[in-house]
Structures are given as structure tokens and as C-alpha cells.
């Protein structure tokens, strides 16, 4: 497989394993029988967002780092790459939280719906739960996403360079300036065009030879990703993902939201500074003399 396909694929595996995350955590992820006065039970419908309520944060995350990976060099890819890991870590985590303990992943909802509160008391007024297939996709979704981190972690190397060379053309005069009275002559790529022309100045009294450009063709690197905006924009996402890995850790979902934001804000941020000169390739060219 070429470096374009991989990078490609990878791109992909990223984009849809972020999705199918994001889908998995709007669906029903439990039924849960609760307890009620007597002998009643009520059924409760615990969707993703109650059972694991920090897994879009890290979906939306993963879908963010699929647009930092189109643009980003060789070094910034691995690094790109222990965060794909890590936030697929997370994903996985959540889903095989809720899949083992029902009871703890419905305990916001039990709460708000019969008002019993406490840990113990909510494991003990759950008298049944089924999981959905949800949870384990959404586990599924968390394996696939640490595997593409490994992957571009593999395979960064391979992947094509986020710009292409170019050739720059400078032409220089060989003398300060034409004889006056004379119409400068730029040389032609056919000699015998070039031939013609010489032939026509000597007829003229004109001496080709001040007339002459040269041309000089330099290889311009635009570099593998090096740039003030790409490490800017990796720097605010790393401590996007580490802060929102932390909190999603301490369920603490505001702050899981929160570096969300802060992720959006480091792409935004490499984005905007590409395009005013610190990106990849804003290599100038050398201008004649």
C-alpha cells in the first residue's frame, strides 16, 4: 500500500471509530428495573450520555484529530498518535464501565426518577438491567480508536509530506540595465528562436549578450511539518486531551466539555496561523537582484 492509501485508510479508521462513538452514546445503553413503593417496578431507559456522559467529548475529540492528522508532518503525527491512543483508552474504559456495573452507569437517572440517592441504595433499587449491543460497540468504537493510534504511531514515516516541492524561477539580468533606445530580448527555450533573434540585434548594431537573462530554478523543501503553526495547534491539543482525560477520570463532565472546547480552539488556532505565514511551505523564494 502507498504512503497516500495509508494515510487515507488510517484517516478513515479515525473518522469512522470517532463516529460510531458518537452514535453509540446517543442510543439506549440499559433497561433498568427499579424498585419502587411495594412490590411495583418501573423500567428505565439509560441512554450514553447518562451511562458514560464524557464519551462525546472524547468522540468529538477523536473527529478533531482526524483534521490535525491531514496537515501535520512526520513528528507531529506520532505525537497525534499517543493521543489517538489515549483517547481511545478513555472511550473503551467508559463503555466497559457501564457494561460491568449497570447499576452505577443508571444511577443518575434512578435518582432523578424515584429520588433514591447513594450508591448502595441505588444498587439495591435496581432489581434487573439488560445492556443494548450500544455499550460494546461504543467498546468496539474505543479498540478501533487506540488501534489507529497505533497505527499512525507505525506508519508516520510512510505517509506523504503535508506539501509537495516546487520548482522557483528567478531571472537575473546580466547587466544593470539595456543600452538606451534598445527593447530588452528575454531568451527563448527553442535555440533556434533564440538564434533568429541574435541574428536580428546584429543587423540592428545591437550586441545580444546584454540582453541575455539568466535563469536559475531553486528545489524549495516546504519541510515535513515543522512549523510554528503545527506545534502550536499540537501543544493546546495535548493539554486538551490530557486535561479532559483527568477529568473524565474524576467525573467531572463540565471539565471533560470544557477541553473539548480547548481542542477545537488548537485546531482553529494552527489553522489560522497557516494561513497568515508560520504553516508548512510559507518558504519565500530568493527575488533577483
Do not use: C, N
Amino acid at each position: 500500500m502507498t504512503g497516500r492509501r495509508l494515510k487515507l485508510a488510517v484517516i478513515l479508521l479515525v473518522l469512522a471509530s470517532s463516529a460510531l462513538a458518537l452514535l453509540a452514546w446517543s442510543q439506549t445503553w440499559i433497561s433498568a428495573g427499579v424498585l419502587q413503593s411495594g412490590t411495583a417496578t418501573k423500567t428505565l431507559e439509560v441512554t450514553g450520555s447518562t451511562a458514560a456522559p464524557g464519551l462525546t467529548a472524547l468522540a468529538l475529540a477523536g473527529l478533531a484529530l482526524a483534521g490535525a492528522l491531514s496537515i501535520a508532518g512526520p513528528v507531529i503525527r506520532i505525537v497525534l498518535g499517543l493521543l489517538e491512543i489515549l483517547v481511545g483508552f478513555s472511550v473503551g474504559l467508559s463503555a466497559a464501565l457501564a457494561i460491568g456495573d449497570p447499576a452505577a452507569a443508571s444511577a443518575a437517572l434512578v435518582t432523578a426518577a424515584t429520588g433514591i440517592a447513594g450508591k448502595d441504595s441505588v444498587t439495591d433499587g435496581v432489581v434487573a438491567s439488560v445492556s443494548t449491543p450500544w455499550p460494546y460497540l461504543a467498546l468496539v468504537a474505543g479498540i478501533l480508536m487506540s488501534a489507529a493510534g497505533v497505527l499512525i504511531w507505525a506508519t508516520a514515516r510512510r505517509w506523504p509530506r503535508p506539501g509537495a516541492r516546487y520548482q522557483s524561477v528567478r531571472f537575473e539580468a546580466a547587466d544593470a540595465a539595456a543600452p538606451t533606445g534598445q527593447t530588452p530580448a528575454v531568451s527563448s527555450a527553442d535555440p533556434s528562436s533564440d538564434a533568429v533573434d541574435d541574428w536580428d540585434g546584429l543587423t540592428r548594431g545591437e550586441d545580444s549578450t546584454h540582453k541575455r537573462r539568466s535563469m536559475s530554478f531553486e528545489s524549495v523543501d516546504p519541510g515535513e511539518g515543522h512549523s510554528i503553526a503545527a506545534w502550536t495547534a499540537v501543544t493546546i491539543m495535548l493539554v486538551a486531551v490530557t486535561i479532559g482525560t483527568v477529568a473524565f477520570f474524576l467525573a467531572m463532565v463540565w471539565l471533560v466539555w470544557a477541553s473539548a472546547a480547548l481542542l477545537v480552539v488548537g485546531v482553529a488556532t494552527g489553522w489560522v496561523l497557516s494561513k497568515v505565514g508560520y504553516g508548512v511551505g510559507d518558504v519565500k523564494p530568493h527575488e533577483g537582484h
